[in-house]
């Protein structure tokens, strides 16, 4: 069984900046395909950022350009850097791993406030 951990989240004023850890029990951030999805109150779950065993990285345009995700495969831990945030970015972040339509696994959550 995969356990995913997440860490990071917190308060954070806009235009600033906060980075969030996903740490993975067993060496599977370099075989699954990582991600990093968010949930706002009264909202669906939607898409930030997702990084291939390859490498390749992928991020909804909301966040293209603000949002980094990379991963250290010896720690294995993915991280999302975020910068530039904004009020609309106040959501619960959530760690994802998937190594099939029908294999994924989801951390806790952590919360994310923008808020001046």
């Known amino acids: 069984q995969v356990q995913l951990v997440e860490s990071g989240g917190g308060l954070a004023q806009p235009g600033g900046a906060l980075r969030l850890s996903c740490a993975a029990s067993?060496?599977?951030?370099?075989?699954?395909?990582m991600g990093w999805y968010r949930q706002a109150p009264g909202k669906q779950r939607e898409f930030v950022a997702t990084?291939?065993?390859?490498?390749?990285?992928n991020y909804a345009d909301s966040v293209k350009g603000r949002f980094t995700i990379s991963r250290d495969n010896a720690k294995n831990t993915v991280y999302l850097q975020m910068n530039s945030l904004k009020p609309e970015d106040t959501a619960v972040y959530y760690c994802?791993?998937?190594?099939?339509?029908?294999?994924?696994?989801w951390g806790q959550g952590t919360q994310v406030t923008v808020s001046s």
């Open positions: 067993g060496s599977i951030v370099d075989t699954y395909v």
């Open positions: 994802n791993a998937q190594r099939s339509v029908v294999i994924s696994y």
């Open positions: 990084i291939t065993r390859g490498g390749s990285t």
